[in-house]
């Protein structure tokens, strides 16, 4: 089969596309046709090896891994003996190691059934963006009905979802985003929206109950600033903090504040949770949510995908085609 691979470190440049085995379900897994792949940033980090702390777990001066790509959409291919949730046929996605593939193995517990509404684009891009967005609010942030809550970073991938998800839970929602991107962020339910090249969303007109930052390199007291006495702010990612720590300098520092502030700042790691998928998929079925494909690539063009990625100009996700 043909499979996106790497044997070390780097750019997009290091990404090879090549000839490898198929593998093989073990008794718990389920093999998938790939039909789409989603990328993110966090696929990005395990490509770089930036933060470098990060290598302690992944392979200190080269991957352990060739695999690449997380989040996949496919047909069910061949199941384990002991797979039951599933069938050779069924349409589903989920988290798995080496999405970038034409065939891919992962246990049974990370898929989900896909809506019969969604197309497998739609599906890929769901999984790590969907759980991150779901989580920081429902379980991080505790969003209530009613609350102000600001999303940061509202037209990229975590934060399209963010932003759709804190409106089903009852909140009144301001995105913050860039200018190309104001229009998509109101289209998807956003009360406000802040373009942050114009205005500051500190500025001391308004507070916030609850914020999310899906991206940037702001500092702590500048958010403190936008939140009420009481309010929660949750870090999801960032930018800086050099190539050591990267956006883990900005978590570390969240951390640390925490026995210093009556607010409530907050840090997430978001791990991949088959009832989290299903929660997804019923509100994507449901037309509660809507994933925003901005762009799809053939599995050739993976390389290229990243390079856009790097911009930080990608408006909602971008899904690999296989």
Known sequence: MKAIIRDAYGSADVLTLTDVETPVPGE?????????????????????G????????????????PWVGGDVAGEVEAVGAAVTAFKPGDRVFGTCNGAYAEFARTPQDRLARIPDNLTFEQAAALPTSGMTALQALRDVGRVRPGQRVLVI?????????????AKVFGAEVT???????????????????????????ADGKRRYDLILVTG????????RRALTPRGTFVIIGGEGGGRWLAGMDLLLRTVLLVPFTRQNP????????????????????????????ERTYPLSDVPEAFRELETRHARGKMVITV
């Open 175 to 201: 995105g913050v985003c860039s200018t190309s991107k104001v229009d998509l962020v109101r289209s998807i339910g956003a009360d406000d929206v802040v373009d942050y090249t114009r205005e500051d969303f």
């Open 153 to 165: 970073g509202a037209g990229g991938g975590v934060g399209t979802f963010a932003v759709q998800l």
């Open 216 to 223: 940037g390199n702001r500092s702590l007291s500048h958010l």
């Open 50 to 65: 930036v933060p470098y702390v990060m290598r302690v777990a992944t392979g200190l001066r080269a991957p352990k891994a």
């Open 28 to 48: 718990d897994d389920v093999l998938l046709r790939v039909r789409a792949a989603g990328v993110d940033m966090g696929v990005w980090h395990m490509v770089t």
């Open 266 to 293: 907050r840090v997430i790691f978001a791990l991949p949770k088959q009832e989290n998928l299903r929660t997804l998929a019923e509100l994507a079925g449901g037309g509660k949510i809507t994933p925003v494909v």
